[in-house]
């Protein structure tokens, strides 16, 4: 494939722009295989708009959540728990890349440091824009806040539901998968978690 004429609407290197073509010469070839035919009209620009989609919708391989959160850390006394509820997010099930998506709700017990409000929505998004499994999706949001912020707990409840259930196999149309994980105090003090789900309304 050529790079004439690439029209780039997302933030993308020579190289990577090199990856998005090869990219775009797959979906050709799936397109083939599934039976379609890939230079009707409605299909021309498909394979390179899937691609710079799929590009997109993976930026996770490309960001660092740490860097993310370190951008806006500051001293705070405060000794409560900080909950930023209902973050929206988008990934693809590992196993299918399938879409997944649903609402990641965070809370933690600050250690001297607070972050900025707006660095969890795009710590989640990091995370979560990649091959994921829900169950380590939650994991990592814990970890990552736990690793780069003085904390003295974390606790993260992710809803979602998930393309692969609905669009295929059991069919389950409607159903929801909830996950749970914490660390610090949230893993000794029962009461603190209740005090968490009461706070998200769950
Ligand atoms: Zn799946």
Not at 36 to 52: F, I, Q, V, W
């Amino acid at each position: 494939m050529s790079c004439d004429n690439f029209d780039f609407d997302i933030d993308a290197t020579a190289s990577d722009a090199e990856r998005i073509n090869a990219i775009a010469g797959h979906y050709r070839e799936i397109i083939k295989l599934i039976g379609e035919d890939p230079s009707r009209e409605g299909l021309l620009k498909t394979p390179m708009r899937a691609a710079k989609a799929m590009w997109f919708a993976t930026q996770g391989y490309r960001q660092s959540p740490k860097e993310i959160l370190r951008q806006a850390i500051f001293g705070y006394a405060g000794s409560r728990m900080i909950v930023v509820k209902d973050i929206e997010f988008y990934s693809f099930c590992e196993h299918h890349i399938l879409p997944f998506f649903g609402t990641i709700s965070i809370g933690y017990i600050p250690d001297g440091a607070m972050v900025g409000l707006s660095k969890l929505p795009r710590l989640v998004n990091a995370v979560a824009r990649k091959l994921q499994v829900q169950e380590r999706l939650t994991a990592e949001v814990c970890r990552e806040v736990a690793e780069t912020l003085s904390v003295k707990g974390v606790i993260a409840f992710c809803s979602a539901r998930h393309m692969c259930i609905q669009m295929r196999g059991v069919e389950k149309q409607m159903s929801s998968t909830d996950t749970i994980d914490y660390l610090g105090d949230f893993e000794s003090n029962h009461a603190l978690r209740q005090e968490f789900l009461a706070m998200i309304g769950k």
